[in-house]
Every structure is written in C-alpha cells, then in structure tokens.
C-alpha cells in the first residue's frame, strides 16, 4: 500500500513537472511562429512641402540565425528627423524581435555580436515581411553606427543583418 502512495506520488510530481516544462518551453519557443507571418505595408515618409529625404546610408540584409532578405536606407527630412526604412522584408517570425542600430560590423557566420558592442533599439519589429519605417530618437549619434540587425532579445542572436554603406 505504501509502495503504491510513493509511486502515485513521484508519477504525480514527474506530471506537474512535465506540464510545467511544457508551459516553459511553449513559452519562450513561441514554435507556432514558424507558421505565422505579420505583413507592414507603410508608406515612405514624406517631407512637409514635399521636399526630398537626404539619403544617408544604405544596405542589403543578409542572413543569419533565419532567412532574411530587403533592403535598409537611412533618410533625413529636411526638418532633420532620421528615419530608418526597411522595404522588401522578409524573414521569419519570431518572439521579441527588435530593430537595432548598432556599431558592429556584420560578418556572414556571426549572428551573435551585435549585443557585444553598442546598440539603438529602434522598437518592436513590426511585422517580418513588407515596409516599415522607424524614426531614430533625437540626438542618435550616427557616427559610430555600422548596420542594421533584425535581432532577438529572447535568444540574444540576429535573424538578418545589413551593413550600412554611406550614400
């Protein structure tokens, strides 16, 4: 009888622990999106009066941790706002992508030294396919910033990076 209590125990702790590393895992994996896609379709920014943007900087994405493709250009409204344009996106979902600035360079088969230096976190990826804009804060020193890096805050790595080549 007590052998029977102690196994009904254990299998009931083994049951909880298992549910609770289900939740856990469920949780920070986020695995159904894989399956999801979230499209932006913004349009440029545009410049009062219909003056033209200066451009900055541009670049390419490349791939790191997951497919990622599009185009990046840095732009500058005559009233002097930056603003960071992605068109053609596409990469994978994922949980807790980021758009940072950042002052690393960006090297094919290294998706984890963005975080190593200094960064501009820019916000919450809007959606992993399409065209989105992203006004950088006042006062972003533009000096030491090197690419673009669609990053993951969650596993610490770059789904797609783009180096950021003066206009």
């Not at 599009?70 to 002097?80: C, F, H, K, M």
């Not at 949980?95 to 230096?117: C, E, K, M, S, Y």
């Not at 992203?134 to 669609?150: C, F, H, Q, R």
Request: glycine fraction near 8%.
């Amino acid at each position: 009888m007590a052998q029977r209590r102690t196994r009904r125990t254990v299998l009931s702790v083994l049951a909880v622990g298992l549910v609770a590393a289900l939740a856990v895992g469920l949780y920070l994996f986020q695995p159904w999106r894989l399956f999801t896609t979230t499209t932006v379709d913004e349009a440029p920014i545009s410049a009062v009066g219909g003056a033209p943007l200066t451009m900055i900087a541009t670049g390419e994405f490349l791939s790191h941790e997951h497919d990622t493709s599009g185009s990046v250009q840095l732009q500058r409204t005559p009233e002097g706002t930056l603003v960071l344009r992605i068109t053609d996106l596409r990469t994978s979902d994922g949980p807790a992508l980021r758009v940072w600035l950042t002052d690393q360079p960006v090297i094919r088969d290294d998706w984890h030294n963005f975080d190593d230096g200094t960064h501009v976190d820019l916000g919450a990826l809007k959606g992993n396919e399409g065209n989105q804009n992203y006004e950088l804060p006042a006062g972003t020193d533009l000096s030491t910033i090197k690419s673009v890096s669609i990053w993951c805050a969650r596993f610490h790595v770059s789904f797609g990076a783009a180096t950021l080549i003066p206009a």
